[in-house]
């Protein structure tokens, strides 16, 4: 299991503009529950608490409530294969920092980002996503699942 912190880099553009995050992140697994991080799944926990700066000016701002609701959503569709590799333990990935420009971006995109920092750490198979552009609304849309769970 990874227990190194490493940076991933996620890019997107389907349209007249693209998404564009780095993302850095570790894993660690343990016997036993870990003491900090908050459960995203049996046996797999999220922490965000280190996280600063997001965005391009290095702020020291802290997450939104929903840009952490999507790094959880994308560890929650990486937890099945983490759950498999873990063999009985634990695994609280910790996100370090998250690095955006903000004509770049868009909180979704950190699903997205999360799930591929998961592929390129654990070895996973990619996690379909298809991302459609949606000139009407100017947003990438997000399919997450292959059966058409669009957002």
Excluded: K
């Excluded at 996620?10 to 564009?20: A, E």
């Excluded at 003491?35 to 922490?47: K, N, T």
């Amino acid at each position: 299991m990874p227990e190194d912190v490493r940076t991933t880099l996620y890019r997107l553009r389907r349209g007249p503009w693209g998404i564009w995050i780095e993302l850095t992140a570790s894993a660690d697994v343990t016997a036993g529950a870990p003491a900090r991080g908050e459960p995203v799944a049996d046996r797999v926990w999220l922490d965000t608490t280190p996280v600063r700066a997001p965005g391009p000016s290095g702020g020291g701002s802290r997450l939104r409530a929903d840009e952490t609701e999507r790094l959880r959503h994308g560890l929650a569709l990486g937890a099945p294969a983490i759950q498999d590799r873990a063999a009985g333990g634990h695994t609280l990935v910790t996100v370090h920092r998250v690095v955006f420009p903000e004509c770049d971006y868009q909180p979704e995109g950190l699903t997205a980002a999360l799930l591929q920092w998961l592929e390129d750490a654990f070895g996973l198979p990619p996690h379909p996503v298809e991302a459609t552009f949606d000139r009407t609304t100017n947003r990438y849309r997000y399919d997450w699942t292959p059966t058409g769970a669009a957002e």
